[in-house]
């Protein structure tokens, strides 16, 4: 790396992306003294964060330029590739030893591809496939699966570790995004499976804080029951702050993924094709907690029943 550093030898580092997540990230990192520069596809994101007067809005070149690590949160690996690529991208100018670090939920071949652009550049890349939501980008508090080589994860640990709780090397580039893919897709299914439930027994007649709380007292709690439905739906604030649409294409990913593989991803595809579904529906920026509320239209819109043995809606609660 180059000899520009922050206060104490620490790493300067860059953000790519000021949504909810890389807007929390790149404040801690700013908080910490780290933060060097920040770059947004939209002009005015950079005015919203209420950066300290040292943080600069920076093109892609000037981050490729100035930054000993550049963290990327955007939603996918085409949006990296266009801050990477062409006369005025980041790497259209040399930083050798640079280490881009690529937050996305992304397929994991498309991570490699941009794993080749960035040596043949001379640049370090490593896939961190990251957990925590919103929340946890504010709180400083996520976790981060990670593949690429250890070395390259020991640079840039100092800036990872400012907004992180833990770091996981789970093997090789591509590893963090297989990881991550695989995740969201057990996280995304299970919440689905929960909303499926919870109305069955709202419909009967319970409370569904009550429901919560039982579920929670037993085997079938998880972090769906403790932490999403009491904060964002229960509370009635549908504000889980990430929209249908992102869950859709973390389980298309997935589910193309586990088929790349010879896996044919039962539930995943049944998740897919109902968060399809609302996407068809118009619901693609709703909040995704309100998945909830419109389910049991959601799942009798199906042109033909989902055959799993269930009753039409007409028939529900009928002996």
């Known amino acids: 790396m180059s000899d520009s550093k922050n206060t104490a030898g620490q790493p300067a580092v860059g953000v790519v992306g000021l949504g909810q997540m890389g807007?929390?990230?790149a404040r801690n990192l700013d908080k910490a003294g780290l933060l060097t520069g920040a770059y947004d596809v939209s002009p005015a994101a950079f005015g919203t964060q209420n950066f300290s007067a040292k943080v600069a809005n920076m093109t892609p070149?000037?981050?490729?330029?100035?930054?000993?690590?550049?963290?990327?949160?955007?939603?996918?690996?085409?949006?990296?590739?266009?801050?990477?690529?062409?006369?005025?991208?980041?790497l259209s100018v040399k930083r050798p030893g640079q280490v881009l670090c690529d937050l996305t939920t992304s397929f994991p071949p498309d991570t490699q591809e941009l794993?080749?652009?960035?040596?043949?550049?001379?640049?370090?890349?490593?896939?961190?496939?990251?957990?925590?939501?919103?929340?946890?980008?504010?709180?400083?508090?996520?976790?981060?699966?990670?593949?690429?080589?250890?070395?390259?994860l020991e640079k840039a640990r100092p800036a990872l570790e400012k907004f992180t709780v833990k770091l996981m090397h789970l093997g090789p580039?591509?590893?963090?995004?297989?990881?991550?893919?695989?995740?969201?897709?057990?996280?995304?299914?299970?919440?689905?499976a929960t909303v499926e439930g919870c109305r069955i027994l709202e419909d009967a007649g319970l409370d569904l804080g009550a429901v919560v709380d039982a579920l929670n007292?037993?085997?079938?709690?998880?972090?769906?029951?403790?932490?999403?439905?009491?904060?964002?739906?229960?509370?009635?604030?549908?504000?889980?702050?990430?929209?249908?649409?992102?869950?859709?294409?973390?389980?298309?990913?997935?589910?193309k993924y586990s088929n790349a593989g010879g896996h044919p991803a039962v539930f995943g595809t049944l998740t897919s094709t109902i968060l399809n579904k609302a996407m068809e529906q118009g619901k693609a920026k709703d909040d995704y907690a309100l998945l909830y509320k419109y389910f049991d239209d959601l799942v009798d819109s199906f042109d033909k029943p989902i055959e799993l043995g269930g009753k039409p809606k007409a028939t529900r609660g009928a002996a």
């Open 23 to 25: 807007g929390g990230i």
């Open 61 to 90: 070149a000037e981050l490729g330029k100035s930054c000993d690590i550049v963290i990327f949160v955007v939603p996918a690996s085409p949006q990296i590739r266009t801050v990477v690529s062409g006369p005025d991208g980041l």
């Open 115 to 152: 794993v080749t652009m960035a040596k043949a550049a001379g640049r370090e890349y490593l896939d961190c496939g990251m957990t925590g939501g919103a929340t946890g980008a504010d709180q400083g508090r996520l976790s981060l699966f990670i593949g690429g080589n250890a070395a390259a």
């Open 173 to 192: 580039s591509g590893a963090g995004h297989a990881m991550k893919l695989v995740h969201n897709m057990i996280l995304h299914t299970t919440f689905l």
């Open 217 to 255: 007292s037993g085997n079938a709690r998880s972090y769906t029951t403790e932490f999403r439905f009491p904060k964002h739906i229960v509370s009635g604030k549908w504000d889980a702050r990430s929209y249908v649409s992102n869950l859709a294409k973390d389980l298309g990913m997935a589910v």
